[in-house]
């Protein structure tokens, strides 16, 4: 079958950035803040991807022991969501009793207005509804076509960022990728209420407790907690996510077993009015792909704070594998802090393309740190800049001069590694 289809409209612009989420939004004010003429394309409605479309609204972590080392337009976000009410600054300390009381709840509606905004003042043209469907490396640029609400757009650009969580504008080149034998579970996050959590409820809980009316892996215990805490922990396999067939499986499965166990709660004497009163737009996928960068960051430099000759960024979060039963932690030593090098956001193919957020290069057990939103943001940033430099000095995204993309992230606030700690 051959098929011809038509483009509806041609745009040309300095940097694309496709994947409007944690670390797109920064990947696009940061190329724009620094000249660029910048096109971001997001397939969802909101800014924001997994922060806001699927309520994972609580980032981590722009501290380490006691000091901020994210910083830039990222923390500018934060800000300006907390001067409009939408999230209260956590206590710092040099040793929080626990890593996450030192994210910070943001509320998506103020979050995702403030990424409007800050896209908008940036210049960045932002185009929602939009799905990238094509991508190639050209002589000094990159072509993709976009699928929006009104027809296929094809895009020229001189550098494209891959922001989509799940490498998807790599893969649609044909770079190589990496892929966990088995990827994390995913999350549908939800609100329940309709009841009063009590200790007599909770006793009709563990004593109607049937396990073949449930997911397999949920326990009497596990539903108390759902109760007390007004929230379903709907964790579901996820194979594939970064294709349409795996997404909507996904999406089912999330949605089947959530209403398993509502269904069985509600039999329950005093839960009959519980109702799920919300729903995150999409379930939260911790994991898919990853590109093969110029350098692959192992769990054990990460959790050693390994210090690279081009460490563009911090990190920290402990190792957080979540694995069939329970998380796998590793923390680090007092005083020791992650870093990225800017070589984990080269795909080793590229030319004109760098990565940036959850897909940057990573093994397993590291990425499953480097994924926390904080570092999302800073990898953002770090692509946006390095964009910029690329075009100033006219040279592919392997062969800038270290120097500028600290200079530049530097200007728009970013905190570069070597310099703060
Ligand atoms: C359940 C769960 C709990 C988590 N808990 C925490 C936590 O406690 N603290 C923390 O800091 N982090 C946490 N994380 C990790 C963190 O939320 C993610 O790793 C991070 O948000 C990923 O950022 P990203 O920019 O790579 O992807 P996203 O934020 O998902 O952004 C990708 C964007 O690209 C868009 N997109 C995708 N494909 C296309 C396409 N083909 N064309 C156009 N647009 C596209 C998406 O719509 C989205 O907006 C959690 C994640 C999950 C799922």
Not at 139 to 154: E, F, M, P
Not at 192 to 215: D, N
Not at 290 to 305: D, L, M, P, S
Not at 368 to 397: K, N, P
Request: proline share 3%; glycine share 8%; net charge negative.
């Amino acid at each position: 079958m051959h098929f011809t289809c038509e483009i509806s409209k041609q745009m040309t612009a300095d940097v694309v950035v496709v994947g409007g989420g944690t670390a797109g939004v920064f990947a696009a004010i940061s190329a724009a803040k620094s000249g660029c003429k910048t096109v971001l394309i997001e397939k969802n409605s909101m800014l924001g991807g997994t922060m806001t479309a699927a309520g994972v609204n609580f980032p981590g972590l722009f501290f380490a022991w006691g000091k901020q080392i994210i910083s830039g337009p990222c923390w500018e976000s934060i800000e300006r969501t907390v001067a409009l009410g939408g999230a209260t600054l956590p206590h710092i300390s040099f040793h929080p009793k626990h890593h996450w009381h030192e994210q910070i709840k943001l509320n998506p509606f103020v979050y995702t207005t403030v990424l409007f905004q800050m896209c908008e003042e940036a210049g960045v043209h932002v185009i929602c509804n939009a799905m990238i469907s094509y991508a190639s490396e050209e002589q000094n640029g990159v072509r993709c076509v976009v699928t929006t609400k009104d027809g296929l757009v094809a895009i020229r650009a001189s550098v494209a960022i891959d922001a989509t969580g799940d490498a998807t504008l790599c893969q649609l080149v044909g770079f190589d990728m990496l892929k966990s034998q088995t990827q994390q579970p995913a999350t549908l996050q939800n609100h329940i209420s309709g009841y009063v959590a009590h200790e007599e409820i909770f006793e009709r809980v563990k004593q109607s407790f049937a396990p073949t009316k449930l997911p397999s892996h949920i326990t009497a215990d596990d539903l108390i907690g759902y109760l007390k805490r007004n929230k379903i922990n709907m964790h579901v396999a996820c194979v594939d996510a970064d294709t349409a067939e795996g997404r909507t499986q996904l999406e089912k499965n999330a949605l089947y077993e959530m209403m398993k166990v509502v269904c069985f709660l509600k039999e329950i004497e005093g839960l009959e009015k519980l109702t799920v009163d919300s729903i995150a737009l999409e379930t939260g996928v911790r994991e898919t792909k990853r590109i093969v960068g110029k350098h692959i960051v192992t769990a054990e430099e990460y959790i050693n704070g390994y210090t690279y000759p081009d460490s563009v960024c911090y990190a920290f979060y402990p190792i957080d594998l979540h694995v069939e039963k329970g998380i796998e932690q590793r923390f680090h030593e007092e005083n020791v802090v992650s870093k990225v090098p800017y070589r984990a956001l080269i795909p080793q193919k590229s030319h004109r393309i760098l990565c940036a957020g959850r897909c940057v290069s990573s093994d397993t057990y590291a990425n499953s740190a480097l994924r926390v939103e904080a570092v999302c943001m800073a990898t953002g940033q770090v692509s946006g800049a390095a964009a910029s430099v690329m075009i100033r000095e006219g040279v592919d995204a392997a062969d800038i001069t270290y120097q500028a993309l600290c200079t530049t992230l530097h200007s728009m606030g970013a905190i570069v590694p070597n310099e703060v700690l």
